[in-house]
């Protein structure tokens, strides 16, 4: 015991004789900067400025050199440069983009922060280089592609001075549209890329190439707005980059074509799934009386939660005054109406699983998770406080299901279209159908059906958080 003491006591008087290592202290300092701008004049959007600066520090060693390209208040540029020892100097170029609020004649600054490694701080501003705009004496509302048909082979604006804007009056364009706007644009329909070009990268409206739109680096400018039925104004602000639409005031429909007023590939599915239906956003009224045309029978094909048929071609909406999604999947004559997928709980619910499809007359179960078909999940309306309808088609079919015991539908309620906010169906009783709660690992809190009886067919789903139950009527 007592070698063993004594050897810790030896550690513990090495460990008090060893010397402490502490940062050598210096004085707080006094950067200098000096800085010469080598360029006067930039175009915007294609030249580049160029500085040259030196820092000296005679106390205290240099640490870091922060350099902003600005032009207003607007960051062009922004870098640290690393310094050290007591002596820095160097020359450097930035691009200068071309950008909103960035009028002719608006002079680019170079604004220096030189930093030693006490923290004493030197600033310099370094002026003298103006900026120009690129030459736009025209503009033209032009089609991304030869192939893009709904606004023709383009419009060319004029130019307002009180407003200083350019602007397109008197259109009849649809009330969703995909444009850029081109300094010059061929009577052809045609972009002359020679010149500059608006469109949309990372959701910012700048100037882009051809090579950019192509590669999908740059993406077309969408302009829509659900208020309007048509658009009829489109107005350019130059200097702010900022458009503004204007047009006719959406009414609710009183009769829709799917062949003429539903386009094919809607933009709100994805692509896979765009290609089987006709679609577009329709203004409905509630309770009015909405003549439908273009399906092969509308008694089979209007839309069971949404709608009630009246006879003929007419059916009565069920849900309240909006914009709603209407989708003509072809191959089964059956029509989709979902609201705008921005619509939460408590105004409506979604439903998504697998064994389930759109109630046609000649349906399809889907076999995978998702939100990117009307096919994968749907949309349930409030009947009642907090009590939404769902009317699906459901195949149990317990020799393909994936896990013993259990059959091939499975679902969950979510709150919102897409994941994220769901109902558990621990908590909910079930009535009407062998339908379980599930507590299986990777599956808990889902619906699922029981390995036998097997089922099939059109089936009425009752969401009542009320008294927190799942009541199930099979229609046909």
Same mark, same amino acid.
């Given at each position: ?39 006067? =004049? !930039?175009?915007? #959007? ?7 600066? +030196?820092? /000296? @520090? ?86 991304? =592609? !030869?192939?893009? #048909? ?7 604006? +004029?130019? /307002? @001075? ?315």
């Amino acid at each position: 015991m007592k070698k063993y003491l004594t050897i810790a006591l030896a550690a513990l008087l090495m460990a008090a004789c060893q010397p402490k290592n502490f940062r050598e202290i210096y004085p707080e300092g006094n950067p200098v900067i000096q800085a010469t701008m080598l360029t006067d =004049s !930039v175009l915007f #959007g294609s030249d580049s400025v160029t500085f040259r600066v +030196t820092v /000296d @520090e005679k106390e205290t060693p240099l640490s870091q050199l922060q350099v902003k390209v600005m032009v207003g208040l607007r960051v062009l540029a922004s870098e640290m440069i690393r310094t050290k020892d007591y002596h820095y100097e160097g020359e450097h170029t930035y691009a200068v983009p071309f950008g909103p609020n960035m009028p002719e004649g608006e002079e680019v600054k170079i604004y220096l922060t030189a930093t030693n490694i006490e923290g004493t701080a030197a600033n310099f501003i370094l002026c003298g280089c103006y900026g120009k705009r690129p030459p736009m004496p025209t503009m033209y509302v032009m089609p991304p =592609s !030869v192939q893009y #048909g709904l606004i023709g082979k383009g419009k060319q604006m +004029t130019w /307002d @001075e009180e407003l200083g804007e350019f602007v397109a009056y008197n259109l009849k364009y649809p009330k969703s549209i995909q444009c850029v706007l081109a300094v010059v644009g061929t009577r052809f329909g045609r972009i002359d890329w020679n010149y500059p070009v608006f469109g949309v990268v990372n959701s910012t409206l700048q100037l882009i190439t051809k090579e950019q739109l192509e590669a999908e680096e740059a993406s077309p400018i969408i302009l829509e707005d659900d208020n309007f039925e048509t658009l009829d104004t489109i107005r350019f602000n130059p200097v702010t980059f900022e458009i503004y639409i204007g047009g006719k005031i959406a009414m609710p429909v009183s009769a829709v074509n799917v062949e003429t007023d539903l386009v094919e590939n809607p933009s709100y599915m994805s692509a896979s799934a765009a290609k089987q239906y006709l679609g577009g956003k329709i203004f409905f009224d509630k309770d009015s009386e909405v003549e439908i045309t273009g399906v092969t029978d509308l008694s089979k094909a209007y839309n069971l939660d949404w709608m009630e048929y009246l006879g003929g071609n007419k059916v009565k909406f069920l849900g309240e005054k909006g914009m709603y999604y209407l989708s003509y999947k072809v191959a089964e004559d059956y029509l989709v109406v979902e609201p705008l997928y921005d619509l939460t709980e408590p105004d409506v619910m979604y439903l998504c699983g697998v064994g389930m499809g759109q109630p046609s007359w000649s349906p399809n179960a889907t076999s995978g998770w998702g939100f990117d078909s009307p096919n994968q999940n749907f949309v349930g309306r409030l009947v009642a406080p907090k009590t939404y309808q769902f009317t699906v088609y459901m195949l149990n079919d317990a020799e393909n299901a994936d896990h013993p015991g259990f059959g091939s539908v499975n679902f969950k309620f979510f709150h919102q279209h897409g994941w994220g906010g769901e109902e558990t169906s621990l908590d909910y009783t079930q009535s009407g159908l062998n339908i379980v709660s599930s507590t299986e690992d990777s599956n808990v809190g889902n619906w699922w059906s029981s390995s036998s009886p097997l089922f099939e067919g059109i089936y009425r789903i009752t969401l009542d958080k009320n008294n927190m139950e799942t009541r199930y009527e099979k229609l046909r």
